[in-house]
């Protein structure tokens, strides 16, 4: 089948429409009597047309060398005093002061499941190939995988849906109640990008309901596989990196380097950004936070562009920053450090920058590591 370059087929576009049906019935093979998901998911539409944004202000320094303390982050975060190579004993820090503590191994991506019941998923590497780990509050071990292709650890917005490939190339969602499901192969898969959806990937009846995984594929523009059972491509699109509870998908372009945001049909004009930076999260209101390139002694400038391309703030002198995440609609956490000196720091679109953990000199191993989205 012959995908117009400008628009998914009209089955995918159907699927995707299914999401955003809600019913007070939800069923699945084996499964019945859940609630389907209440909020919306938009369908997707790919950059036509963009105009390039590659415009910039001046960045505001960070001030002191040392910023002065903060509040406590307000997602989790997790944390390890004493780091070391391909090892770890992280705990996972919720908002409140509670904790998980993890098994032994690094962290690599992780998300917080289900925050009710302090369920933690992450995926790390290794030689052998990627380990899928599902931990509970307690520490204890309640799934694992292991000799994975790929590390691409993704979840839904509301973060009730994690989901990772498999060994076999399909891609895999665990739902809140530990049930674990499969969507249809899509060809060539090179990891998993992004998940839609909320609440549950499970079908309602009589229709919609569901949830949608991007799949990075090793040639070509990524792919679309729902689990109503239908796969597409999406024509300009690489991979795709973040999403929100709109429907908005962060991805990168298959134009060497640019990014942008897709949004539903009928939204305003997509802008596409063409720039030397590294898109990172997409925030609640359809704001960009991305890394710009290092530049000699590594340090990189944090950049939040708005939803039309154009640049809202930027912070340098920061030092080497490893991670970025979205904290809320005008903050962002930022794990970063000078030489053996590494702090987790709270960007403030309309403030200052502040510590929002105690500084830890851990040499060259991270202490700190954001949730994935």
């Known amino acids: 089948m012959t995908v117009p370059r400008t628009s998914l087929s009209p089955l995918a576009r159907l699927a995707l429409g299914l999401l955003t049906t809600c019913s007070t ?83 690599g991506a992780w998300t917080v ?53 498999t060994a076999s190339g399909r891609i895999r969602v665990r739902e809140a109640d530990g049930a674990l499901l499969s969507l249809p192969r899509t060809p060539r898969p090179a990891g998993l990008g992004t998940l839609l959806g909320s609440d549950t990937c499970r079908e309602a009846a009589p229709e919609g309901g569901g949830c949608a995984a991007i799949v990075t594929a090793r040639r070509g523009p990524a792919r679309i596989t729902t689990s ?3 796969v597409d491509r999406l024509p300009g699109v690489g991979r795709a990196l973040d999403a929100d509870a709109r429907g908005r998908v962060l991805a990168v372009l298959t134009r060497p380097g640019c990014y942008g945001v897709l949004t539903s049909p009928g939204a305003a004009p997509l802008r596409r950004v063409c720039a030397a930076e590294e898109p990172v999260a997409l925030g609640t209101r359809g704001r960009v936070a991305a890394l710009a390139d290092p530049v000699a002694d590594g340090h990189r400038t944090v950049v939040v562009r708005g939803g039309d391309g154009a640049v809202v703030r930027s912070w340098r002198g920061l030092g080497v920053v490893t ?51």
């Open 228 to 230: 109503h059972g239908i």
């Open 25 to 107: 019935a939800a069923t699945a093979v084996g499964v019945s009597g859940l609630t389907a998901a209440p909020r919306p998911v938009a369908p997707l539409a790919v950059p036509v047309a963009e105009t390039v944004a590659t415009s910039d202000t001046p960045a505001p320094q960070a001030g002191r060398t040392t910023p002065p303390r903060g509040a406590a982050p307000r997602i989790a975060y997790a944390v390890d005093p004493r780091p070391t190579f391909g090892d770890g004993h992280f705990r996972v820090v919720l908002p409140g002061g509670d904790t998980v503590a993890m098994p032994r191994g690094p962290m």
């Open 113 to 165: 499941q289900d925050a009710a019941a302090r369920t933690v998923v992450r995926e790390y590497q290794t030689e052998a190939g990627a380990v899928l780990q599902v931990v509970g509050p307690d520490g204890t071990l309640l799934h694992e995988e292991s000799g994975l292709p790929w590390v691409g650890l993704s979840a839904t917005p509301d973060a009730a849906v994690a989901g990772w490939q």
């Open 323 to 373: 991670e970025v995440a979205w904290e809320d609609a005008t903050h962002l956490l930022a794990v970063a450090h000078r030489g053996a000196r590494w702090d987790l720091l709270r960007l403030d679109l309309d403030g200052p920058v502040v510590r929002a953990a105690p500084t830890r000199r851990t040499g060259e191993f991270t202490p700190y590591r954001l949730p994935t989205t």
